[in-house]
């Protein structure tokens, strides 16, 4: 079976910075697009920054210039870095990976979320 495990959330200040871990374990073939989610209560989750595996990346208008996604295929890995944190960004942050077990045998799988906190 295929898990992807999150780490890195927590309480911070405006202004603050955390950096989110997101590693897939089990037996893998590739990890294709990886991305990075965000939820609130009442509210729909919302895609925050995608990293493709030609390392093409994407982000949401409201992260841009703060936050960088990035990758490391050898540890089967994707991390968050989040600069300059405001109140607005807290929410349950969700990793997601579209995943080959087999070259023909392709899935989407998500971790189990973690929290952040922004709040002085």
């Known amino acids: 079976q295929i898990q992807l495990e999150e780490s890195g959330g927590g309480l911070v200040q405006p202004g603050g910075s955390l950096r989110l871990s997101c590693t897939a374990s089990?037996?893998?073939?590739?990890?294709?697009?990886m991305r990075w989610y965000r939820q609130t209560p009442g509210n729909q989750r919302e895609l925050v920054a995608t990293?493709?595996?030609?390392?093409?990346?994407n982000y949401a208008n409201s992260v841009k210039g703060r936050f960088t996604i990035s990758r490391d295929d050898d540890k089967k890995a994707v991390y968050l870095q989040m600069n300059s944190l405001k109140p607005s960004d807290t929410a349950v942050y969700y990793c997601?990976?579209?995943?080959?077990?087999?070259?023909?045998?392709?899935?989407?799988?998500w971790g189990q979320g973690t929290q952040v906190t922004v709040s002085s």
């Open positions: 990293i493709t595996d030609n390392n093409v990346t």
């Open positions: 997601n990976a579209f995943i080959a077990l087999v070259p023909s045998l392709r899935s989407d799988y």
């Open positions: 089990g037996i893998i073939f590739a990890i294709e697009d």
